[in-house]
């Protein structure tokens, strides 16, 4: 049945790559009346490129969409579920990921055909330089910029569309070859120089695609970049000739001379995707649609999967709204449509940086490399893995648990990775969750008392292997606001012990304590009032590393002199102390949030000129004072953790980079385990929020410093734990909101997971019937069963 299109008789499609032959082809199916025009630089079977990858999902999407040209492609498509993965040596191979993969040259074929029979005007050999005059040619009432990654009309319009284009920092060639994969391969090589890693996969009965792509430093130190066109290929044909098995390399860039056809991936993001020109007298809207408007990375295979789906979403916006106009239409195409791609740049970021910076990884065996390696984007988790091939992931499981407990033998259900036990110094934690300290506000004079030990007693009885109290202060001074938690007294000292006396007595979970000073985020008001905001009276006066005030309306902190430094680096001590007579089983020194010490640490509020300010080194000088000065009185076979913000998130402050030279000191210091969270050192930070959104900033520090981390932030679920513990993203996960609203998180999400493995009371015994004990107890307490 027609589907009408109010007020549109006549769409113009500059640029003949699936975007605009997909839209164009959508839109005449939907309406025989339109007048279609799709007009290509190129003739019909010129391609550059090799074979594209679409998923099973994409191809039911297009299924729904035209069902004729679903047929066609799926007949053309090489179908595969297998990944193999080729490292130091070693082999793993997973199934159930549903690929398939068709030369670009027969996709585009086939949509040409498909528009030739529904009746669309196909343009060829015509090089669009002005738009404006094309769609008054045309008389167009839309006109689609499907002219790709390098749009002209991206860029003549780029005052409406804002585009931010980031190129990436490896080089890659996109070669052919006549070895058929028969699975979609990754192959990794190193060199004198560095690594080099090969994307290959077969589109069709007789050739692959085959990627080459390594780091532009590793890419000039081989010389490639003097290289002819013809040596560049030699040099990977001989690199990667393990895996080719005598086949050569081929190129179709002939047109490209030399290193031309070596190129630095551009990721493509824009603010709007709708500029409207008068054209001939009449208001005109220009729509980006696939990678004139967007770019996902190769490594996720996405460039072609947006440009399809882009046109589905606009040919069902026009029929979802037959009624409306078409700026209503566009602002919903607009508004829905850049959000979802959006969630897969997010993605496709992850995977473009692994992939930039394989060398963090390669101290890993293959197993856990092939694991990081196929949950990269963090769209791949744990539990979908299992979904994709449960014996695979059960050996992986296993094998990962022999690594957590030397000997284990392996089992039909391993422990989860969640649940392994890890050893920190003398300490062994019964699994890798952490309740994340989280302030309660609900202190009297600093002394914690009953609701605390509710509060905590209840998390450390819910499954946690480690529970950690909210930043508490050594000085009244540096505490947040009134109601939270100091330690410089014997008052303080014993509503702690109370706390710690009960977790040990009545649960095998082991309970730390986060130190720090508030510094000029102090005198505030509680976090149910107005957080971060003075207190309406009684202020205190404020210390900092800099007189840089938090925000315009809190008080501007004194900067601290030599005699204050010392004087509180003694009352971190006296409280270390104080921390051990309690019995703490673990320590953390708050290092991040803009705190006192964080401060030092950012250079946004740390504008210092002597030997405390300046460069990352001298900034961190003072907080590794006080670290040294703990670690000496606190016991050598107890952990202790330093929580950092690894990014500052404002232009001019800290970033990733620097969290890893952070991490270097402190560890070189004797820290334990850098607890990695980002942010809150500035009123002008802007987050790029997400799940498990910081979890990268914990992977690289763990793999770059070599240092155990924890992760924190949008942490919500088991699989979520278990995918960043199994692929060595961090080795603890701190779960903040998730215990507020359910105390016994880890013992209910354990048990989603079907698991009886949940209390190790010995390191290597895995208690599987501890679990159906703490089930019995709590129904015997009446309370509900995990």
């Known amino acids: 049945m027609k589907t009408s299109v109010p007020a549109l008789q006549r769409i113009l499609c500059i640029g003949g790559g699936p975007a605009g032959l997909y839209f164009a082809l959508l839109m005449k199916r939907r309406d025989p009346s339109l007048t279609i025009t799709v007009v290509e630089r190129n003739r019909p079977f010129d391609t550059f490129g090799w074979g594209v990858v679409l998923s099973d999902q994409t191809l039911g999407n297009l299924r729904g969409a035209d069902p004729e040209s679903a047929a066609l492609i799926g007949e053309a498509f090489n179908h595969w579920d297998d990944i193999e993965v080729f490292f130091k040596g070693g082999r793993v191979r997973s199934g159930g990921h549903g690929f398939c993969g068709i030369g670009r040259k027969k996709l585009l074929n086939i949509l040409q055909e498909r528009c030739l029979a529904l009746g669309v005007n196909l343009v060829f050999e015509t090089d669009v330089t002005d738009d404006q005059a094309l769609a008054a040619q045309y008389n167009a009432d839309l006109v689609i910029a499907s002219d790709g990654l390098n749009s002209r009309i991206r860029t003549r319009y780029a005052d409406t569309f804002q585009p931010d284009i980031d190129t990436r920092q490896c080089r890659f060639v996109w070669l052919g070859t006549k ?71 081929i190129s179709n860039a002939t047109h490209l001379r030399g290193s031309a ?50 046109a589905i979403d606009l040919a069902d916006e026009f029929s979802r709204h037959a009624n409306a106009d078409v700026a209503e239409v566009l602002q919903g195409y607009e508004a829905r449509r850049s959000v979802e791609v959006l969630k897969i740049q ?147 000292e014993a509503g702690m012990r109370r706390i710690v006396d009960f977790v040990h007595g009545s649960s095998s979970a082991k309970i730390g304590l986060q130190l720090g000073h508030s510094g000029a985020k ?74 006192l010490l964080s401060a030092f640490i950012c250079p946004l509020t740390n504008l210092r000129t002597d030997e405390y300010g300046d460069s990352l080194a001298n900034r961190c000088r003072y907080p590794l004072e006080v670290f040294a000065a703990m670690r000496a009185v606190w016991p050598q076979d107890k952990p202790l953790s330093v929580r950092i913000s690894a990014h500052d998130w404002a232009p001019g402050g800290n970033t990733p980079d620097d969290a890893v030279e952070m991490a270097r000191l402190f560890k070189a210091a004797g820290c334990d385990v850098i607890d990695v969270s980002s942010g809150q050192t500035t009123r002008q930070a802007k987050p790029v929020y997400g799940r498990m959104y910081q979890t990268p900033f914990a992977d690289r520090v763990r793999n770059e410093a070599g240092i155990l981390t924890m992760a924190v932030g949008a942490i919500s679920e088991a699989d979520h734990a278990n995918s960043i513990i199994a692929a060595g993203r961090a080795d603890l996960c701190a779960v903040a909101r998730p215990h507020l609203a359910d105390p016994a998180w880890t013992l209910h999400e354990a048990a989603k997971l079907q698991t009886r493995a949940i209390e190790w009371p010995r390191p290597y015994e895995s208690g599987r019937d501890q679990l159906y004990r703490e089930i019995a107890r ?9």
């Not at 809207?285 to 399809?308: C, E, N, Q, R, Y």
């Open 346 to 492: 997010n993605a496709a970021r992850n995977s473009t940086e692994w992939f930039e910076h394989v060398d963090r990884y390669t101290g890993m065996e293959v197993e856990q490399f092939a694991y990081s390696l196929l949950t990269r984007s963090q769209r791949i988790s744990h539990e979908n893995l299992r979904l994709r091939d449960a014996r695979w992931l059960e050996g992986y499981e296993n094998w990962l648990a022999a690594q957590a407990m030397p000997g284990s033998a392996p089992k039909k259900h391993p422990t989860p990775p969640m649940l392994l036990p890890l050893t920190v110094r003398g300490l062994t934690l019964k699994n890798r969750i952490v309740v994340s300290p989280m302030a309660q506000y609900s202190a009297q004079d600093g002394v914690v008392g009953d609701y605390h030990l509710v509060h905590l007693g209840a998390r450390a009885l819910g499954g946690a292997a480690l529970v950690m109290v909210e930043m508490t202060s050594p000085t009244p001074e540096g505490r947040i606001t009134p109601g939270c938690p100091g330690l410089w007294n014997d008052a303080q």
């Open 261 to 310: 056809i070596w190129i630095r991936f551009p990721r493509v993001i824009c603010n709007t995707w709708v500029h409207r020109q008068d054209i001939a007298g009449r208001q005109t809207p220009i729509v980006l649609m696939g990678d004139a408007a967007h770019t996902a990375h190769f490594s996720i295979g996405s460039g072609t999967k947006l440009a399809l789906e882009d």
């Open 522 to 595: 102090g005198s505030t008001q509680l976090g149910w009032e107005q957080i971060d905001e003075p207190l309406h009276a009684g202020n205190w006066p404020l210390l900092s590393a800099s007189a840089v005030p938090y925000g315009e309306q809190n008080q501007v902190p004194r900067a601290m002199t030599r005699a204050d430094m010392d004087a509180m680096t003694a009352a971190f001590v006296a409280s270390t102390k104080r921390a051990a007579e309690a019995g703490f089983d673990w320590l953390e020194l708050h290092c991040a949030h803009g705190y």
């Open 179 to 249: 070895k058929t994969f028969d699975a979609f391969t990754f192959a990794f090589v190193q060199t004198e120089h560095g690594w080099f890693q090969a994307h290959a996969y077969k589109f069709d009965g007789e050739t692959s695609t085959f990627i080459v792509e390594t780091p532009e430093a590793v890419w000039k130190a081989h010389g490639i970049d003097q290289m002819s066109q013809e040596d560049g290929v030699a040099f990977c044909e001989k690199l990667f000739a393990p895996y080719l098995d005598g086949h050569g390399l």
């Open 778 to 786: 709590q129904q015997a307490l009446n309370a509900t069963p995990p």
